[in-house]
């Protein structure tokens, strides 16, 4: 009774409440809690539809981790010809050394030396 109370319908059908499924007790809200999938709705719908093919169409993973020598730069998507990059040079370093990376060859953090290349992305949309 109190699960009818809260989903602001009334059983019509007496049939319902005793276990025997007729088409008014199918067409009736279910009870619980929907899952994300379930009311997911623009963009998040995307983001989540794509993720369960593999794909990640913002970079809302963690990237690929690369040598960052100059053969092997670290590969840094962008929707335009530059990027601002920051580079934590060393594992425990608390300080960000940000630059400029622009499109072409690859380009040095100005601190470590590691390498780094901006390669086009193209949004889904």
Same mark, same amino acid.
């Given at each position: 009774?109190?699960?009818?109370?809260?989903?602001?319908?009334?059983? =019509?059908?007496?049939?319902? #409440?005793?276990?025997?499924?007729?088409?008014?007790?199918?067409? =009736?809200?279910?009870?619980?809690?929907?899952? #994300?999938?379930?009311?997911?709705?623009?963009?998040?719908?995307? !983001?989540?539809?794509?993720?369960?093919?593999?794909? #990640?169409?913002?970079?809302?993973?963690?990237?690929?981790?690369?040598?960052?020598?100059?053969? #092997?730069?670290?590969? !840094?998507?962008?929707?335009?010809?530059?990027?601002?990059?920051?580079?934590?040079?060393?594992?425990?370093?608390?300080?960000?050394? $940000?630059? $400029?990376? /622009?499109?072409?060859?690859?380009?040095?953090?100005?601190?470590?030396?590691?390498?780094?290349?901006?390669?086009? /992305? /193209?949004?889904?949309?």
């Amino acid at each position: 009774m109190a699960t009818r109370m809260i989903r602001g319908t009334e059983n =019509l059908d007496p049939a319902c #409440d005793k276990g025997i499924f007729t088409p008014y007790c199918l067409s =009736l809200p279910r009870p619980g809690i929907p899952s #994300d999938e379930e009311q997911a709705t623009g963009l998040e719908r995307k !983001v989540m539809q794509a993720m369960e093919k593999g794909q #990640d169409p913002y970079n809302i993973l963690q990237p690929k981790r690369y040598a960052g020598t100059k053969e #092997d730069p670290n590969l !840094v998507p962008s929707i335009s010809s530059k990027r601002i990059v920051g580079c934590i040079c060393e594992e425990d370093n608390s300080c960000v050394i $940000w630059f $400029w990376l /622009h499109k072409g060859e690859p380009q040095r953090c100005p601190s470590c030396g590691a390498h780094y290349k901006l390669v086009p /992305h /193209h949004l889904p949309h």
